[in-house]
């Protein structure tokens, strides 16, 4: 899944927020949320939305069952895109930090011998 999910997320909270002639503060003011918030969720920037915020947006939109289960259900699949994410990620740094373990075995080996050298 690609970071579009956000881009759906933020559009569809966008045009719901439209539909409901509001705008980004009334919103905020509404659901309680900041209203960097409200507007970091609309342009897919919080990647991060708290089911409760969502629930409170839902709320200050008027959002039926059906429309909140929707954003409910992008928001789990972003959580799902997240984790798959944060796994390549560790998996990419477990893989560097055991060639830089590497590199440091080979580099104290070769000071062994330099130093070796120096004594005899």
Do not use: F, K, N
């Not at 997320?9 to 009334?26: F, H, K, P, Y």
């Amino acid at each position: 899944m690609s970071g579009g999910t956000r881009e759906d997320q933020g559009a569809l909270l966008r045009r719901w927020r439209e539909r409901a002639l509001l705008t980004q503060e009334d919103v905020a003011e509404r659901s309680g949320l900041s209203v960097r918030t409200v507007r970091r969720l609309e342009a897919g920037g919080l990647p991060r939305a708290r089911s409760t915020s969502l629930r409170l947006l839902g709320e200050a939109l008027g959002l039926d069952r059906a429309e909140r289960a929707r954003i409910a259900a992008l928001a789990r699949a972003a959580g799902h895109e997240r984790s798959a994410r944060t796994r390549d990620d560790l998996a990419r740094a477990h893989d560097a930090l055991g060639q830089a373990e590497r590199a440091c075995r080979e580099g104290r080996a070769a000071l062994s011998v330099l130093i070796a050298d120096e004594v005899l």
